[in-house]
């Protein structure tokens, strides 16, 4: 796993290294090497679980629901959609993603529901009710 | 989706330990410029910050932004598989070019950051006429 943590480097950067930055950037995705690196990043992702559901998270900055599709099949979650243009507007800068994510059996597929507040999506994958934890009565 | 909303709290997603409680580590965030004749515009890749959560200060030359998560996953769950941080974010530059200071705008949507920094008049290319 690539770690997107860095510690906090202080670092100066004048306007020019910024403007490198941002020619190295869109150089990369002009050649379609990087993906959505830089501007999304790798799309990692979160999964954890409780007694009633599983949830996943991803970060999406800049990607508003209309634009985004999740799909569940054979308990393969897939996340996929594109990023609206961040400044210019040109078109050359709407960046496709997609990431699939493995979920353990036993989700409900009509127990889905997902949330995209502030560029990170919330999906909660309900767990069907022989999946719960039960506690048993002893007589 | 906007997201100027105020964090309003969720079931799911608790607010976050207050900072007291955890040494603060910080996210050091993914941004982009653009420059044209008029200044630069700065968008700086914050996913989990909402309007309030964002600190702007120009001290001279230094810029610093942070970004204060308004959600972490809750303490409860099980972790599962985790790839992200959820750490706040902050990011510092230094400018070579004077900013009109009193003009800057800025505007959180979607967990982007959007500055707006316009260059200060003395700082504008200047079109010098051939006599």
């Known amino acids: 796993m ?55 998270l991803m970060e999406l900055p800049g990607v508003t629901k209309e634009n985004l599709e999740v799909t569940l099949e054979n308990s393969v979650l897939r996340v996929s959609g ?41 999906l909660r994958l309900a767990k069907h009710e022989e999946r719960k934890p039960r506690t048993i009565r002893i007589d | 989706m906007t997201t100027t909303s105020t964090s309003s709290t969720t079931t799911n997603l608790p607010t976050p330990p207050s900072a007291e409680t955890q040494t603060r580590r910080f996210r050091r965030p993914p941004y982009e410029v653009e420059a044209d004749a008029e200044g630069y515009k700065l968008n700086v890749f914050m996913p989990g910050v909402a309007k309030d959560g964002v600190t702007i200060s120009l001290n001279g030359r230094n810029l610093e932004i942070e970004g204060k998560l308004h959600d972490r996953p809750n303490a409860s769950w099980r972790p599962i598989l985790t790839e992200l941080h959820w750490h706040d974010y902050r990011l510092r530059l230094e400018l ?35 006599l």
């Open chain 2, 96 to 130: 070579n070019v004077r900013v009109n200071e009193a003009q800057i705008a800025a505007q959180v949507t979607d967990g982007i950051l959007r500055l707006s920094l316009p260059k200060a008049e003395e700082a504008k290319p200047r079109r010098i006429e051939v």
């Open chain 1, 2 to 56: 690539i770690s997107l943590l860095r510690p906090d480097l202080s670092r100066s950067l004048s306007l020019e290294d910024w403007l490198r930055d941002s020619l190295l950037y869109d150089d990369s995705l002009a050649r379609g090497r990087s993906g959505l690196s830089g501007r999304l990043g790798a799309l990692p992702a979160d999964l954890y679980e409780d007694t009633e559901a599983y949830h996943a």
């Open chain 1, 82 to 122: 594109k990023s609206h243009p961040v400044a210019s507007g040109a078109p050359e800068r709407v960046v496709e993603f997609s990431r699939s994510l493995a979920v353990p059996d036993g989700v409900n597929p009509a127990g889905v529901s997902a949330e995209l507040r502030d560029g990170i999506l919330h």
